[in-house]
């Protein structure tokens, strides 16, 4: 099981990745990579640089039961250096395993829209970008409504700022959630709160993960303490489509 509250398992055909916005600043995934090769654990002997796994592509067919999969929580599948003929095979594979959900996120909106101009997207694979603040983030979701996928959606996390009005349509999930580790940068409760509820005004599945290092309050704490809740509630919505 993973630990990510918004998904059932990651799968990781690839590992590695290069920052390339705020969002990435303090990346999680990086610290982790370079503990499990501290550890010696397979696919991270190159540490956080970009590898290709082709020997985890059988992974989601020796599971038979219908799973939500995270694609890539280690690295982002669109980035430079992976060649689209790779993520002809993973696609290939979501498409060979249809009774499995995939979750594909990415920060580089722009590959993926050109990517998905050739081809089409299988009907369990839900695409999402990082929207983390209004400069990088927001011109993301514009992307994302140019591909013709059944289900989009947008992990606003780490929030960073007030994003403002978000472009939602055609979008049909958000989750959201502040940062994590000693070095987080504080999340304040409106930005959150502006964003459910223009999710509720739109119809949008909302779902807000953590407030991660810094409470509702302002004060920091374990994140564990800080709890999930946004104004006095959990909101765990995911789209109909996954249950």
């Not at 990745?17 to 499990?36: F, I, W």
């Not at 970008?129 to 514009?142: K, L, M, N, Q, W």
Request: proline share 6%.
């Amino acid at each position: 099981m993973s630990k990510i509250e918004w998904t059932e398992q990651t799968w990781n055909p690839v590992t590695g990745c290069v920052k390339v916005s705020p969002g990435c600043k303090h990346c999680y995934a990086e610290t982790m990579a370079k503990r499990l090769r501290a550890m010696g654990a397979p696919g991270y002997e190159n540490g956080f640089n970009l590898s290709l796994l082709p020997e985890r592509l059988c992974q989601p067919h020796q599971r038979r039961k219908p799973t939500m999969y995270f694609v890539n929580s280690m690295s982002d599948l669109f980035q430079e250096g992976v060649p689209f003929e790779f993520i002809d095979r993973v696609m290939r594979v979501i498409e060979e395993t249809p009774w499995h959900t995939y979750q594909i996120l990415t920060k580089r909106s722009a590959t993926m829209r050109e990517y998905f101009q050739t081809r089409t997207v299988p009907d369990n694979a839900w695409l999402g970008v990082s929207v983390e603040d209004r400069h990088y983030g927001i011109p993301r979701v514009a992307d994302l409504q140019k591909i013709n996928a059944k289900t989009r959606f947008l992990s606003v996390e780490p929030l960073l700022e007030d994003l403002g009005r978000i472009p939602l349509a055609g979008i049909h999930w958000v989750i959201v959630g502040g940062e994590s580790g000693a070095k987080a940068r504080p999340m304040k409760e409106q930005w959150a709160v502006n964003i459910r509820k223009q999710c509720v005004q739109a119809k949008v599945d909302f779902f807000f993960k953590q407030w991660g290092a810094w409470g509702q309050d302002g004060i920091k704490r374990s994140k564990k303490a800080n709890g999930r809740k946004l104004e006095g509630k959990t909101w765990d919505m995911i789209p109909v489509a996954a249950v």
